[in-house]
């Protein structure tokens, strides 16, 4: 990624790709440049190009500026991927927009540390603070506040609970024995335990990482990888873990070609009833009613299982958000205008119209799924947090972890060989 | 340029009456001039493009090739041949190489002699041919994407079209879990190939076949020759450019194969089905290790151009000879 020693054609390269941003930005690089009239204009960058949350954030935007007459936002919205690489190039020219979007974690840190990002720890001191604690986690550093959020979520296990009454199991596990335990009884009551979409990789992933976490820790993945080292033995455990589940045969029939979304997928094979449980993101109710049938009051949450003798504990979180940064210099309007959108009344709104989870506390009345309460519960009381590694690690990293864990489950790397391919592309990537 | 006379046409009336004796030196100089200018111009559009889009990529892919690149800003940090070092000790690339080899081999003992056979059989009269032609040439029409979104619901397991069928008429056994077991992953591929493409080739061969002069089949015939010596030792011999540029196109295809395998399996279950093209997209596009990325581009390029060099020198050297394309006969 971003090389500390950029060469200057290196420099006009990337501030050729940034292009229209840079001009963009040069337009109102100052604090208040505003002119004659006096007004402030703040450039907004954010990837919400769908609706409803398109037109919810554009009138929001609209909705400051009636209460500051003074400020004009700017949105520039851009989609997923081509944010990520248009960041990329804005990073390496050294320019970001006033208030941009970001997933925090590792390419955040890059930003901070390339001291690029406004340290917000003291210009949000009140109402920054008030914010449910798990939100923040991805923000922060050394204790400095880089961020706002404005979403939350997590992995846990979505269940069928007619499935679980039907095998007899009255209350979803909460050890490793238990869960394994739980897969027996359902394997013996004909039941599918889990779908996977191995298809896709990244599901199988979660399982790892839960299982390193619980293994080693909240911390351990991302100290390992900034240690460039997996291979302890928590990571070689978690992967022993995994193989026992995997030697349970618990997958549905094929689900080595199936993908996560599509009819035949992993959510459509639990919305169907086809599987009692799947390890999925606050999104899983959503995708399985959009692809199978989805399962209505019968759905249920529950959170990943400690494991026995496990540093980590069951309140500790895997999972991320969204939230926004602000550029180093960035005028007090733009400050501002985070206070505005983590406001209770914004948050209410967001968590009505556009289905995010709330980071204001205040704004939980507005939930009205018992299943996003559950996770919001959870979120609540958790006491760890591990940002999704895609967010986490750097690209390459992120990939070998999907890919030797999806190995294992199919059989041909055992866990020793998961913890070193990760181990070496940790060490490649410098 | 290989004709001067249209720019010629166009300079003389440019010129007006023709030039008087002293002038004539000075004008064809400046006709040629002309010439030259038009011929630049025509020229350059397609020039320009070719160079930005074609060559200075290519060229950049080689340069990139050798250092270890995310992608952003320009590659700095050069490491020499390591990329290349490291793509042959990589067992998923390896394992690239060998599927390329099988797919290529199953190509050319079962694709293009059953694609040989339907046309043999469909070039005779028969009533609804030009029926079956279409349906055969068909599957050829639709894009890879399609056929492999078709064919990844037609084999999900239990559930799809072909274990339903198999299921109904009792052969259960028969069917399984296609493109989600690593052992039959690739014989279903190449039976998805084999769908989409025999057609194409079919249809080659049909042309081929009707340049088949009919005298020589019936000489043959009155010289007592059966059906198969007619068709192995006249129709075959005649057909063989033909199979020559179909085998080519074949192993042309095989070693670029993308879209069909990244729709249906995206290389998986666990690499089994991967292709080169497809690690390629991985490491470009999924980890940033463009660097990387662009030594596999460049194998890949490398490894299609020695088979097309070769092949053309070795086994279509008959078929070109005197072909438009050579630099010799152009002269006049």
Known sequence: ?430 | MTSTYLPDKRAGRDAGPPPPAVRRDRGRARRRMLNWLTATGFQLPALVLFMGFVLLPMLFALYAAFFRWGGFGMPSDYVGGENFTRLFQDDVFLGDLWRCLVLVMLSLVIQLPFALAMAVLLNQRMRGRAVYRMLFFAPYVLSEAITGILFGMIFAPDDGFADQVLGRIGLDGLGGEWFADPSTVMATLFLVMTWKYFGFHMMLYLAGLQAVPRELTEAALIDGAGPWQRFRNVTLPLLAPTLRISVFLSVIGAIQLFDLVWVTTAGGPDHHSETMAVTMFQYGFKRYQVGYASAISVVMFAISLVFALAYQRFVLRRDLAGATTTMRGDGK
């Open chain 1, 1 to 430: 990624m971003g090389d500390p020693a950029l060469s200057r054609r290196g420099f006009l390269a990337a501030s050729a790709a940034a292009g229209l941003g840079m001009t963009a930005l040069t337009a109102c690089g100052g604090d208040s440049d505003g002119g004659s009239s006096g007004t402030t204009t703040i450039e907004w960058w954010n990837i919400s190009t769908t609706e409803p949350t398109k037109s919810v954030w554009a009138a929001l935007a609209r909705k400051f500026e009636a209460q500051n007459p003074k400020v004009k936002v700017k949105i520039v919205q851009l989609e997923n991927d081509a944010y990520k690489s248009k960041m990329t190039a804005l990073t390496s020219s050294g320019k970001l927009p006033d208030i941009f979007h970001t997933w925090g974690g590792g390419v955040l840190r890059q930003q901070v540390d390339a001291g690029m990002v406004e340290d917000l720890t003291d210009r949000t001191k009140p109402w920054g603070d008030a914010l449910l604690p798990v939100a923040r986690e991805p923000y922060l550093f050394d204790d400095r506040v880089y961020g706002i959020p404005f979403d939350i979520g997590m992995i846990g296990f979505w269940y069928n609970k007619a499935l679980f009454k039907k095998a007899g199991i009255s209350a979803p596990p909460t050890t490793w024995s238990g869960f394994l335990d739980a897969v027996r009884r359902l394997k013996s009551a004909q039941v599918t335990p889990l779908a996977l979409a191995g298809k896709e990789k990244w599901p199988g992933m979660y399982y790892w990482a839960y299982l390193a976490m619980r293994t080693a820790g909240a911390e351990a993945l991302q100290k390992a990888y900034e240690a460039k080292d997996f291979t302890g033995a928590p990571f070689v455990e978690a992967g022993e873990h995994l193989e026992e589940l995997v030697g349970l045969k618990p997958f549905q029939k094929g689900f080595l070609g199936a993908a996560y979304s599509s009819p035949t997928g992993q959510a459509a094979t639990v919305g169907n009833g086809r599987a009692a449980m799947e390890l999925m993101g606050q999104w899983a109710p959503v995708v399985q009613a959009d692809s199978g049938k989805g399962l209505g009051k019968d759905l249920g949450f529950f959170p990943f299982p400690e494991v026995e003798g496990g540093k980590g504990a069951l309140t500790e979180v895997f999972g991320g958000g969204g939230g926004h940064a602000l550029r180093r210099g960035a005028p007090q309007e733009a400050v501002d205008f985070l206070k505005f959108f983590a406001s209770e009344a914004t948050d209410l709104e967001l968590v009505k119209k556009t289905g995010v989870l709330p980071v204001v506390p205040a704004a939980e009345s507005a939930i009205a799924d018992p299943n996003i309460k559950a996770v919001q519960e959870q979120l609540k009381k958790a006491t760890g947090f591990q940002l999704y590694l895609d967010q986490a690690y750097a690209p390459a990293v992120g990939q070998e972890v999907n890919d030797s864990v999806a190995a294992l489950i199919s059989g041909s790397k055992s866990p020793e060989q998961v913890a070193q391919s990760i181990t070496k592309t940790a060490k490649e990537e410098q």
